[in-house]
């Protein structure tokens, strides 16, 4: 492979110290990985193994215990995403890193599109062009047009979804971690959303991903990363130090 | 990126103060008396800095200081050391070394600020729409008209029927009181917001619809804000970083996700495992 990667993971560690049960809960241990422009990276392992940890650290929602988590940005500069800036963070979220997580967090008072439009509002993009863009690729992921306009916490899981990764792909970021982007979707759903996620490998776009079947790993993924649960669960602090 | 406000080592102290003040209080010590002098150590040495847009949320308990360090940023109390750069239309202002004329411009035109109390912030004797002409003639707005129709706009962004804009505040409920709070606040369109507990006691939609309008004007006019809360709703929907403040010192900062997602410090921990 001739391109640079986009993203360097080396020696990523995540454990978490609980103060209140005197405990140190390991939870990714010594993950090294690479993902590259346009390509697919598959994280896969057992639960448990720290797979959605990973991604967590790399959009800082975790604080990386150890390791390198080494971004390129536009602009061709190595950032480490463990140590860098707060808002060089929030930067960095806004434009070049895109995060599907597992569940929708949204306000009950808030519309799938005003939700799946969000992202590109806050880039500075005029709303109304912005609405337009959601309704498109709500459209593309065959969500109903009556639920558009209607809050997404009384939609079934599957929708739900839909309108989370709706909110993630729209805003085309150049890293995009997927957390089992398909889990709750119907076959037919799911191939949609694949032909999307390949458009945009096509159009260069970096992604890190966790799938829930082996056989969309096998389809989708050009790296594959196996991750294993890492061993001693549970030391009090205390024998640490 | 443009920064609005860096602060340093800011430490207000209530009492005479001694050498132990600093080493014998804060979190290790479960206290922000003094046990030598008595004195309390409301804040000490809290730095951060805020940038153009941003909303930065500082949470914590009552008596934990959140508030005493944005007292001090607007005047309202003078800090016992440390120094706060405020950068406003290429210049920059030493806050802690103004003169009270000085003061009294960047609060009356540069700053704003809601408190918890609309009582602080508005004039009970006179009318709403008065409450924003008053901020607005210490401004440079001198002109009746002008000043009635900026009245108008403001409180029909802010969602305060207009009818009423001639009625004093005692007429109105919590919520509408907040709103022509925050309506003055925003008359000279400041570049600085602070926002003290303003949803603290108000009924839950209220709270949600005055949370939303702070997020509506946060995004149409790049308003930079700092919240102070000890709510972790009211963090979480606004704040992009947050700090944690416990007996004067701030304990934690970070994003807000991982504050409340991966909190490092005990006291942080028992605060996010006690979120309703």
């Known amino acids: 492979m001739n391109k640079k990667p986009i993203l360097q993971v080396e020696g990523y560690s995540k454990y978490f110290e609980l103060h209140e049960q005197d405990k140190i809960i390991p939870s990714s241990h010594d993950v090294n990985l690479e993902v590259f422009p346009g390509k697919l990276t598959a994280l896969i392992g057992p639960t448990g193994a720290g797979k959605s ?15 390198q988590l080494l971004f390129r940005t536009k602009e061709d500069i190595e950032i480490d995403l463990a140590q860098a800036d707060e808002h060089l963070i929030l930067e960095l979220r806004k434009n070049e890193i895109g995060f599907v997580t597992q569940f929708l967090h949204a306000l009950p008072r808030q519309s799938a599109e005003a939700i799946v439009a969000q992202p590109l509002i806050q880039r500075g993009m005029d709303k109304t062009q912005a609405r337009d863009l959601a309704r498109e690729m709500l459209s593309a992921m065959n969500l109903p047009e009556a639920l558009w306009g209607i809050s ?11 309108v989370n990764l709706a909110r993630g792909l729209v805003s085309r970021p150049r890293l995009l971690l997927l957390d089992e982007p398909t889990a709750s979707l119907d076959p037919k759903t799911t191939e949609k959303i694949i032909t999307l996620i390949q458009e945009l490998k096509s159009d260069g776009v970096a992604m890190l991903a966790i799938f829930h079947h082996p056989e969309l790993v096998e389809r989708m993924a050009d790296n594959v990363v196996q991750l294993e649960p890492p061993i001693g669960i549970e030391k009090t602090l205390k024998e640490i130090a | 990126m443009d920064k609005v406000l860096e602060v340093n080592n800011l430490s207000k102290i209530y009492g005479k103060g001694c050498f132990s003040c600093f080493e014998l209080t804060g979190p290790e010590y ?9 004195s309390v150590i409301a804040a000490h040495d809290v730095s951060f800095d805020l940038y153009k847009g941003e909303i930065l949320g500082i949470m914590g308990e009552s008596g934990s200081g959140k508030s005493t360090a944005v007292k001090c940023l607007y005047f309202d109390q003078e800090p016992s050391s440390g120094n706060a750069t405020f950068f406003d239309e290429g210049e920059k202002y030493d806050l802690f070394e103004l003169n009270a004329a000085q003061q009294r411009r960047l609060v009356n035109q540069r700053f704003g600020m809601v408190y918890q109390n609309p009582h602080l912030g508005l004039n009970f004797d006179i009318s709403s729409g008065g409450n924003i002409a008053e901020r607005l003639l210490m401004s440079e707005v001198k002109n009746y008209s002008d000043i009635r129709l900026r009245a108008t706009n403001l409180l029909t962004r802010t969602e305060v029927l207009t009818e009423r804009m001639d009625e004093l505040p005692k007429n109105f409920s919590g919520g509408m009181q907040q709103r022509v709070q925050i309506a003055k606040a925003l008359a000279t369109n400041p570049p600085l917001l602070f926002l003290d507990e303003v949803t603290t006691g108000l009924d839950l939609s209220v709270q949600a619809a005055i949370l939303d309008l702070i997020l509506e004007i946060q995004q149409e006019q790049q308003t930079s804000m700092i919240v102070v809360t000890h709510d972790l709703g009211v963090i979480r929907l606004l704040a992009g970083r947050t700090l944690v403040m416990k007996y004067g010192r701030v304990i934690e900062s970070g994003l807000t996700d991982q504050i409340l997602e991966d909190p490092q410090h005990a006291y942080t921990q028992r605060l996010v495992a006690s979120a309703l």
């Open chain 1, 152 to 162: 997404p916490s009384t939609f079934s899981g599957g929708e739900k979804q839909r």
């Open chain 2, 30 to 38: 479960d206290t922000n008396i003094c046990p030598q002098c008595g």
């Open chain 1, 53 to 67: 940890t990973v991604l967590k650290g790399i959009y800082r929602t975790y604080l990386p215990s150890c390791g």
